[in-house]
């Protein structure tokens, strides 16, 4: 069964720094590429990132470009989002997703259960 | 980055009656290696992740009622629920997947 379990949501003030992370399991991780989605309390969502399989090739939405950096580890089936210069804009449920089809631009048929993110003073 | 507007922002229907949710892509999203366009939708309740509905505009995930169409070509795009079900009270999504940035519309909330 596909398992995406992700954490590190936590209280960080603005302009601070969080990791979060989202462990993987029940399938092969390596070849199917990840994404990061974000749901800001009352608001839509919204993508945030995306990672190839091998991890070569990153993307970012321009709202978070040069201050999140998406990364993998394949050895550990562990996707991490690592956010720096947080700002309150950034508070929300952030979840992983892939598609069975392993690439970015595709849909997403299967997701985590989210992580909270309050960037808060 | 392509926007996608979806109308209504809001919908309140009653019990086995159908609710229809459309979606404008402000350019053509249409995947040319398999002539489909690259719009999904999924239904989102609060403390659940997003449900993927449909994809390639058209195609019913598996285990999604059949009350549940999408259609369209272009840049209009449509989700009807055909007979509204008291599961089906939540936020519509449309997402297009055709280029990075992905980029969802606002959301429809559907209400009974």
């Known amino acids: 069964e596909v398992q995406l379990l992700e954490s590190g949501g936590h209280l960080v003030q603005p302009g601070g720094s969080l990791s979060l992370s989202c462990a993987a399991s029940?399938?092969?991780?390596?070849?199917?590429?990840m994404t990061w989605v974000r749901q800001a309390p009352g608001k839509g969502l919204e993508w945030v990132s995306a990672?190839?399989?091998?991890?070569?090739?990153?993307y970012y939405a321009d709202s978070v470009q040069g201050r999140f950096t998406v990364s993998r580890d394949n050895s550990e089936n562990t996707l991490h989002l690592h956010m720096t210069s947080l700002r309150a804009e950034d508070t929300a449920v952030y979840y992983c997703?892939?598609?069975?089809?392993?690439?970015?631009?595709?849909?997403?048929?299967?997701w985590g259960q989210g992580t909270l993110v309050t960037v808060s003073s | 980055d392509i926007v996608m507007t979806q109308s209504p922002d809001s919908l309140t229907v009653s019990l086995g009656e159908r609710a229809t949710i459309t979606c404008n892509s402000s350019?053509?999203?249409?995947?040319?290696?398999?002539?489909?366009?690259?719009v999904a939708w999924y239904q989102k309740r609060p403390g659940h992740p997003p449900k993927l509905l449909i994809y390639?505009?058209?195609i019913r995930e598996s285990g999604v009622p059949d009350r549940f169409t999408g259609s369209g070509s272009g840049t209009d795009f449509t989700l009807t629920i055909s007979s509204l079900q008291p599961e089906d009270v939540a936020v519509y999504y449309c997402?297009?997947?055709?280029?990075?940035?992905?980029?969802f519309g606002q959301g429809t909330r559907v209400e009974i």
């Open positions: 390639w505009a058209s």
């Open positions: 350019q053509g999203v249409f995947y040319n290696l398999n002539n489909e366009n690259s």
């Open positions: 997703a892939f598609s069975v089809r392993g690439i970015v631009d595709s849909y997403f048929d299967h």
């Open positions: 990672i190839s399989g091998g991890g070569d090739r990153t």
């Open positions: 029940g399938f092969t991780f390596s070849t199917y590429a």
């Open positions: 997402h297009q997947y055709y280029s990075t940035p992905h980029t």
